[in-house]
């Protein structure tokens, strides 16, 4: 018997359904009800579409009583980014400049949960464009913690996180680039897959061949994130980066935890990529403490990465130029200021700078790949930082660095953004002051299996992902 619905995993809600001690509606209905009880305080959704979801359970629970073959996803609440197009369903991307914008077509990897059965409750609130790792903006205000509303979610996935944390849908879709879907998860205590580029395929997209930004799954548990990976991954003929993957081998991998006889490289740092909170540093040593105790050796190790911080310079401007410069242009004064920065920091970039940036990824990726023959997972802290005041934009300031601009703070994530490496972020603890903790798990190149085994193996662990936010 379930007796919050919203906060039931995949399994447990599939399994109600199936003995018609559940049904979907009863699923949807629980999930709403939790929105209206703790929306006043966290903020996560921007619009929640009540009659479209109701209707979709009405018809979930209608194919479950005549018989009728379902998906794997089937009456399985879901949140999708307010980044992310939805057909008939408001998507703002968090900018006043698309309050009213209501696509008519869907993303694909909405296409493919829809596809999978999952019910779409709403859109959770993302900053404007997905720009920064602190979820506010114009249209809907800002996304709070709901260990603490006075500090941030995080972003830019950050309203996914905090509806997942709140128990108020089952799964979420997010997206990443520099750690939108880490860095929430850290935050809230739930799970954020950045997956190898061109797994979970994204169309329509203008830079198909950009390869760093992915879109993917969110969930309070390891095997949730496994199975709604299941539904979205896999090739697709429109996105030259996808390739075919058997989905069934993710949910495998959940279901069989173990990282025995496996090679682990601990940093607490990354090598000094960034001056990490203390306290942090511990918390994740004692998650690697127990990747030992479940049999794997932990070596305190880390690539070379130098080069990060020209990489990410040349790399994130040329993106923002190519999304951003003519809306820029247009309504720089409306826009979210960090937006315009980089907009405009991506313009004064040189043919120079653009090639050096360019040679210091390859030099990176084949020190990262050499580094990843010895071990056969890294695991580091997610942020450097625990969540911050909400009215903070980022933190100026992290340990004795100054930052140098709003992407600064989170380069522990954007540093493995760059290697491409398949990352899962997972609760690690908590701070003595009630925050969470997360730590990233980053496996080989298309290795998705195994980071999903060994999550689930710390999840199974230590089990930090039950304790729920005091709303």
Known sequence: MIDDPGYATISELTDAYRARTLSPVEAVEACLARIDAVEPVVNAWVTVDRAGALEGARAATAALTSGELVGPLHGIPVGIKDLTETAGLRTTFGSTLYRDHVPTDDELVVARLRAAGAIILGKTNTPEFGTGSNTFNDVAGATRNPYDPRRTCGGSSGGSAVALATGTCTICEGSDLGGSLRTPAAFSNVVGFRTTPGLVPMWPDPSPWEGLAVTGPMARTVADVAHMLASIAGADPRVPLSYPVDGSTFIDAARHPTVRGLRVAFSPDLGGVLDVDPEI???????????????????????????????????????????????????????????????????????????????????????????????????????????????????????????????????????????TLPVLAVPAGFSRSGMPVGLQIAGRLRDEVGVLRAGAALEAETGFWRQRPPL
């Open 281 to 419: 540093s511990e918390i994740c040593r004692s998650a690697a403490s127990s990747f030992a105790r479940l049999g794997a050796t932990v070596v305190e190790d880390s690539p070379d990465l130098r080069g990060v911080r020209e990489i990410i310079r040349a790399t994130r401007g040329a993106s923002m130029v190519a999304a951003h410069a003519e809306r820029v242009e247009r309504h720089a004064a409306v826009l979210q200021p960090g937006l315009v920065w980089n907009v405009q920091q991506g313009l004064a970039l040189t043919s120079p700078e653009v090639a050096a940036a360019t040679q210091l990824r390859g030099a990176l990726w084949s020190r990262v790949a050499a580094f990843m023959q010895r071990y056969d997972l890294l695991i580091c802290p997610t942020t450097a930082v625990l969540p911050f005041p909400v009215e903070e934009p980022y933190p100026t300031v992290v340990g004795r660095e100054v930052m140098e601009d709003y992407t600064h703070w989170f380069r522990l994530t954007y540093a493995l953004t760059l290697t």
